[in-house]
């Protein structure tokens, strides 16, 4: 996993977190064997085809924060504790239902951070949490908007993980500029 973080001067108090998928092509490979190196340029194979997942925390006013890419194929919690650990420590972490877990919320409580994730609808016990700040978890959809704009990023032409995570990083820094 290739991650990478921009650093502000003063990181807000609640973070959010989220994924963006980016699919590599139309049709799946006619290739019936894997190609060497994929895992390490952050390709992986999903229902959609070849995919990568771009992994960002942004601060309160939609400017990214973190970023980390995993292949298509890898679960969104692997991403969250990978992102969790790039910034110090947030007063809250908004994130959608893919983030509901224990051991999630586990190491957020020992990491003193309050998640606002709501359960998933088939806990037994779904638990509380706060409805009126996920409402404001749309900022890091809007931060995904803004860096799909570029499109060099919402097609990834760049092969290599390392290439396309500076490209999202110029993307990223000129969202900051913008902002």
Known sequence: MDGHFLRADRIDRHVRIDVGGFQLHQSPSLRSRRKRGAFN???????????????????????????????????????????IGMVRNPRRLLA??????RSLRD?????????VIPPNPTRKHPH????????????????FCRLKDFRRIATRYDKRADI?????LL?????????
């Open 41 to 83: 340029n952050a390709i992986g194979r999903s229902r959609g085809g070849q995919t990568t997942k771009i992994r960002a925390l942004t601060d309160d006013i939609g400017r990214p924060l973190a970023f980390l890419i995993t292949p298509g194929n890898t679960h969104d919690l692997v991403g969250a504790r990978g992102l």
């Open 96 to 101: 959608d239902r893919a983030y509901d877990a």
């Open 107 to 115: 190491e957020l409580a020992a990491r003193r951070i309050k998640a």
């Open 128 to 143: 509380r949490y706060d409805k009126i700040a996920y409402k404001g978890r749309n900022v890091i959809e809007r931060m």
């Open 164 to 168: 396309f995570l500076s490209a999202i």
């Open 171 to 179: 993307a990223a820094a000129i969202t900051w500029w913008i902002n």
